[in-house]
């Protein structure tokens, strides 16, 4: 199994970036796919969730409205679009697939 995020990156407040994860060594179609994130000194926390069919999605309190989590299972790839960042942001972005974690992505907000 192999997760592999990109599109991380410095970015002004009020800015957006676009996470993408793609995945392989199993049937991504069939489960929940989640990103976490971990700012530095703090515990990792769930960002944003999407079932296995992209219909039903949750997110947290800290995130809704701004980011949004879609998928596309042709492509094994889920994303993440954030907008409206704030500099509470910034930490390092993690794609899980069942018990599978991806190496993260850097995401800094700062002006």
């Known amino acids: 199994v192999q997760l592999v995020e990109s599109g991380g990156g410095l970015v002004q407040p009020g800015g957006s970036l676009r996470l993408s994860c793609v995945a392989s060594?199993?049937?991504?179609?069939?489960?929940?796919m989640s990103w976490y994130r971990q700012a530095p000194g703090k515990e990792r926390e769930v960002v944003a969730q999407?079932?296995?069919?992209?219909?039903?999605?949750n997110y947290a309190d800290s995130v809704k409205g701004r980011f949004t989590i879609s998928r596309a299972n042709a492509k094994n790839t889920v994303y993440l679009q954030m907008n409206s960042l704030k500099p509470e942001d910034t930490a390092e972005y993690y794609c899980?697939?069942?018990?599978?974690w991806g190496q993260g992505t850097q995401v800094t907000v700062s002006s």
């Open positions: 060594g199993f049937t991504f179609s069939r489960y929940t």
């Open positions: 899980k697939g069942i018990d599978y």
């Open positions: 999407i079932g296995s069919t992209g219909v039903s999605t």
